[in-house]
């Protein structure tokens, strides 16, 4: 087996198949016993119940047909097969047809979901599903003001979503209730589970166990209509953890270091599986932090095995019950067959990991840091921290706040306070409401932090920063997960890296990028010499967790009285018409509307801050799409040339234009296009206004996929170097469509005034695809289908 050595801490086995010799290790536990259970999904979905045994009798069926050792991924991906006995299983190749558990969706993305969900006609959701206000709210003050302002600039939305969730059978979390992420951890969550949800970093769920799947809304639609969902079959990429978790390491720093191995495109495909001794010393907690920036290595999801720390969060937040259910299943469902195979292994020893911090502009630029100061200064990176930020759906529980509290403690001990401004947000009204009760949120205050609403804020754009302006470069450090140029404060030279929170809290002490708390000291205020020690804090609360305010509710038992209201004169709000038809015929003469440079991600083809008051509202939400991507021609955004009349424009005036002309057109991007963000607006936009193929180097799997639902053809250079033959005045023309199948590439003509070249695209739709692509969108096709 070949294997090469990618640091002190990490190895990576990347050809050929990879055997895990022994079982991950786990707790074992009492008797184990498969009945049928009586212990409820949830305490808000008291009739629906653990579905253990029924995943147990589908594991054997697809046990029997493959003879083989399973991973712990495939045991709870295949257990969810709506048919086990005659699906294809081939990892990598097949579309898996899957019944998932339940499915989340937060308040942005879940108005266009929603929006689809009642163009269907369908009277009320076939699965457990809810809705989590998360998105709108911007930090600008702190929590209690900037909350009471989201609800009022926000209501017609929330209102609305109130209202639909009322009607169809969801349940509702109000504004100020926290991170759908955290809200799901805490109530939702469970080994064995797989969660569908409109967000990207739903995967934070593996820290219990369970494979969460980040998706486009038209996917969620499919499973709240009973419809099975369909995956294409991941690889299984392994992660073998030994040594232990301590000191400054964090488990931030096991997936900044994974990303740093992997890239930004490297788990794409795949499901990330962690594994071995290692596991045992990352509180539950942690391990979903891990699971939740899997997201941004491209992976499908990431999974831990079941063991005693998530038993032990099952417990703290009272599902008792949930967890001894699970206890029953682990050798059988909950962890990994010996002698398992995977297709890529990484091995990482916790004992030497250094303590990371990652970007600036991608998050998958490493750094250790004994060589931050070094790199910064090579790079030219600003050296000044100009913010600190904690919290968000990757960093925001109990520990990771006890952990940070603890280094602020110690630096106010010599006298020091954080140098810059410190925000705090913490990832659900429970985690807040614990805090404040244990005086965590008071050592806060007295460093000098702020504390913001339980909500994403800064780390999706929702930060109304004043104290730089656009186009000034500078330096913050956060604990998010993502750092693509401009996405927190809409400033293309903020440089923002990403690491641990007890990094960013250490940082913010010293205000530099070049300050090491595992080797610098500081000078306190009595002028004496010392160094931080290091962080230290409790996984669960001794005292349980206070659940705050009470910010859930219920359905109805019966919505068939509630109205849904959708105001025409709107801005927020708009009802959505169907996408026309495929007319039969092949796609030619298609103008090149933009041909993008480099990275280009949601944020860049639908940007978010400013814009998600937006995201109910196609039309209007349109106005923001492709203009963050670089135009090939002149390097410049949102500047593109429109081929009809030789004036320049805004990318979608001139797509606009381009409609208003009956002028169909295509775009054209490079490798990874579309990674980052769930959200199908992405592909919603080029739709609405005129597109019909996106046609690039390689997508990233969430954006590839909403592409085929709304109906366009998501289409691959079988020759990257292709990609130069298209020029911004190229015609393209896609061939012989009436005989497009699986797996045969599409014939493209590529004109440049009198020069014709033939070029070859690849594509990944199956015949269920090909069927949204005809009937012009996937809930063009459901409707066909009912009819």
């Not at 009956?662 to 739709?687: C, F, Q």
Request: glycine letters at 10%; proline letters at 5%.
């Amino acid at each position: 087996m070949a294997a090469r050595l990618m640091s002190a801490q990490a190895q990576v086995c990347r050809l050929g198949k990879h055997v895990v010799a022994e079982a991950p290790v786990v707790r074992q536990f009492h008797a184990s016993c498969y009945t049928a259970s009586k212990v409820a999904l949830s305490k808000f979905d008291s009739d629906v119940f653990l579905p253990y045994e029924k995943l147990n009798k589908r594991l054997d069926v697809v046990r029997g047909r493959l003879n083989r050792p399973l991973t712990l991924s495939e045991k709870v991906l295949y257990s969810h097969l709506d048919d086990p006995a005659n699906q294809d299983i081939v990892r990598g190749t097949s579309y898996l047809r899957l019944r998932p558990d339940r499915v989340a969706m937060q308040d942005a993305t879940a108005q266009m979901a929603l929006l689809q969900f009642i163009s269907s006609g369908l009277k009320k959701v076939a699965v457990p599903s809810t809705v989590h206000c998360d998105h709108l709210i911007e930090a600008q003050i702190g929590g209690p003001k900037d909350l009471a302002r989201a609800k009022d600039l926000n209501k017609e939305v929330y209102d609305f979503l109130a209202s639909t969730c009322a009607k169809y059978g969801l349940g509702f979390w109000k504004p100020g209730s926290g991170i759908i992420h955290q809200i799901i951890l805490e109530n939702y969550a469970f080994p064995g589970l797989l969660m569908i949800g409109t967000d990207s970093h739903t995967p934070n769920g593996g820290g219990l166990g369970g494979l969460c799947i980040g998706v486009g809304g038209a996917d969620a639609v499919d499973v709240m209509a009973d419809i099975p969902w369909e995956l294409k079959c991941p690889k299984v990429i392994g992660v073998n953890l030994t040594g232990k978790i301590s000191g400054w390491t964090s488990p931030k720093d096991v997936i900044l270091k994974v990303a740093d191995i992997l890239t930004v495109k490297g788990g794409t495909g795949a499901i990330i599986e962690y594994h071995g001794k290692g596991v045992d010393s990352i509180s539950c907690t942690g391990m979903a932090t891990i699971c939740n920036m899997g997201a941004e290595i491209g992976a499908t999801t990431s999974l831990f095995p079941f063991n005693q720390r998530m038993a032990d969060y099952l417990k703290s937040t009272g599902r008792a019950g949930i967890a001894s259910e699970a206890q029953k299943y682990q050798g059988k469902i909950l962890s990994a067959d010996k002698n398992c195979e995977y297709d890529e292994l990484i091995e990482i020893n916790l004992d030497t990991l250094e303590p990371h911090v990652n970007g600036p502009f991608t998050p998958d630029l490493g750094h250790p840091i004994s060589k931050l100061g070094e790199n910064s200064k090579k790079n030219g990176y600003p050296l000044d921290i100009r913010v600190g930020l904690i919290g968000s759906c990757t960093n925001s529980s109990y520990e990771d706040m006890g952990r940070c509290a603890s280094i602020a403690k110690d630096a106010m001990s010599h006298g020091l306070k954080s140098k810059i401004p410190f925000n705090v947000t913490p990832g659900s009204e429970q985690i807040r409401a614990t805090i404040e009760r244990d005086g965590i949120s008071e050592v806060f205050d007295k460093f000098g932090g702020t504390v913001l609403a339980n909500a994403c804020g800064p780390c999706i754009g929702q930060w109304d920063r004043k104290d730089v302006k656009k186009g000034d470069k500078n330096t913050i450090v956060t604990s998010y997960n993502r750092n693509f140029t401009g996405r927190n404060d809409a400033n293309p030279a903020t440089h923002c890296f990403v690491t641990s929170p007890e990094l960013v809290t250490a940082l913010s002490i010293a205000g530099r990028l070049d300050f090491n708390p595992l080797t610098d000291e500081l000078t306190g205020s009595d002028g004496k010499k010392f160094k931080l020690k290091a962080p230290f804090g409790d996984e669960l609360p001794a005292q349980g967790f206070d659940p705050g305010q009470d910010t859930y509710t219920a359905p109805p038992a019966n919505g068939d009285n509630v109205k849904v209201a959708v105001d025409p004169n709107s801005t927020r709000l708009q009802l959505l018409e169907p996408f026309d038809k495929w007319n039969g015929k092949d796609l030619t003469d298609l103008t090149v509307l933009i041909k993008v440079k480099g990275k280009c991600t949601t944020d860049h083809i639908s940007a978010a801050g400013p814009w998600l008051k937006y995201r109910g509202h196609l039309d209007n939400i349109s106005n923001n799409m492709f203009i963050g991507a670089t135009n090939y021609e002149n390097n410049e955004m949102n500047k593109i040339k429109n081929q009809r009349n030789g004036t320049w424009g805004g990318v979608p005036d001139v797509a606009r234009d381009y409609k208003a002309n009956g002028i169909k057109w295509v775009a054209v991007g490079d490798e990874n296009y579309g990674e980052g963000s769930s959200r199908e607006h992405a592909a919603l936009e080029p739709r609405h206004l005129g597109g019909r193929a996106i046609i690039v180097k390689s997508f990233a799997r969430i954006h590839e996929t909403n592409l085929k639902k709304q109906g366009l053809l998501p289409l691959t250079f079988a020759n990257p170097a292709d990609y130069d033959k298209i020029q911004p005045t190229s015609k393209i023309s896609l061939l012989n469509l009436n005989s497009l199948a699986p797996g045969k590439p599409v014939e493209c003509e590529v004109k440049n005034g009198d020069k014709v070249d033939k070029i070859t695209l690849n594509h990944t739709l199956n015949d269920l695809q090909i069927g949204w692509f005809k009937a012009g969108s996937a809930l063009n096709r459901m409707k066909e289908l009912a009819q």
